[in-house]
């Protein structure tokens, strides 16, 4: 999920701020981390900002003490609240994709087709092509 130089918990809650930043977004919230069970961090819904596009990335992750994710969700939307795209890895579309990990295709919230696991680089690449691509 995060790049390999992101070694520990805190380093990777420190960079979920940068990386907003460095996709050209403006983090609207803070981070909220807490830990529900031994090993496990949940990092929960935030929102990033994009003036310029007019649309908002909505955050929420959850992984392992070793950085490696078993949720997250990354939604784009427009302002008016119309999806762009959301890439999920989650329980309960697994038979249906092959595993946990979809991506949801807008504007219709059902439309999913399988996905590779996303990766912070992934999603900053998914999100920029995104946005050069809006009219």
């Known amino acids: 999920m995060f790049p390999p130089y992101i070694t520990t918990v805190e380093d990777a809650i420190d960079f979920l701020p940068i990386w907003a930043e460095r996709i050209g977004g403006t983090l609207r919230d803070g981070i909220d981390a807490t830990a529900p069970r031994p090993g496990i961090i949940d990092v929960d819904d935030f929102h990033i900002d994009f003036i310029a596009s007019g649309t908002v990335l909505t955050v929420a992750i959850s992984f392992s003490t070793e950085l490696i994710a078993d949720y997250y969700k990354f939604d ?30 807008g504007p219709e919230e059902d439309h999913r087709i399988p996905a590779n696991p996303a990766t912070l680089t992934s999603i900053a690449k998914k999100v920029v092509i995104t946005h050069l691509s809006i009219e």
Request: aromatic share 4%.
């Open 76 to 105: 784009l939307r427009r302002i008016d609240g119309t999806l762009l795209w959301r890439e999920d890895n989650h329980p309960g579309h697994a038979q249906q994709h092959g595993g946990p990990h979809h991506l949801h295709i």
